[in-house]
């Protein structure tokens, strides 16, 4: 327990350079003392205690801003940074020398009793504002960047961004988003076949409009169908620019939300 604590408080000088002293630390940083009462909390809670546990964590929840269950695991050296609006859920694990910083939640996806919270692995770093839901288990190393919304695994050594988030780095290499068998993006490469599917149809109309243009059908077929879309594809010449512009902007559409760009 001490060896614990005097971790959680070595940390602080490790990783913010505004740590100044040993004072400063103690009585002006609202993650230290979150952790101290959490741990405090967390020996009761596993005594089977009743109802003091969570009123210690109700107080360190008036007092800091940050809401940890007392049933929550937290590893040694953990630094939660400024701390106000992080969330803590009770079947939550927190590995060694994790950095959480403000407004994060580790928190579950439903009312369904057990393990419902995330397990965080050692040195991994959850930005500003990021929520991990669920039961998932996150990797030693992992990067989770500020405002990402992590609702499935990752492994470790990886950076994730986005919402949903998704894995942009892997190892220090950077995934490339359309080399979708390394990313666990089922919708991405649903949204991929559906357009692949319909390029295929698009090459099959315009090989039969080609095909009615050679048997000199162009004008028949205008006029039995009287679209005026239909006869500026198959009839004007001038309008193929503006379709093909209109292509371009829908197929930058596509790659932008295929790649998780904007989300």
Known sequence: MLTTLIADFRIIFERDPAARNWLEVLFCYPGLQALLLHRFAHRLYRLKMPFVPRLISHIARFLTGIEIHPGAVIGCGVFIDHGMGVVIGETAIVGNYALIYQGVTLGGTGKESGKRHPTLGENVVVGAGAKVLGNLQIGNNVRIGAGSVVLRDVPSDCTVVGV???????????????????????????????????????????????????????RELVLALDTSSLNGNILSANSQPEVQASCRIRDKVIEEFLDGTGI
Not at 173 to 178: A, I, Q, S, T
């Open 164 to 218: 949903p988030g998704r894995i942009v780095y892997r190892s220090g290499e950077r995934v490339d988003p359309l080399e979708h068998g390394r990313l666990p993006d089922s919708e991405a490469q649903v949204i991929r076949a559906l357009v692949d599917r319909i390029e295929s149809l698009e090459q099959q109309l315009q090989s039969l409009q080609q095909n009615s243009l050679q048997a000199g059908q162009s």
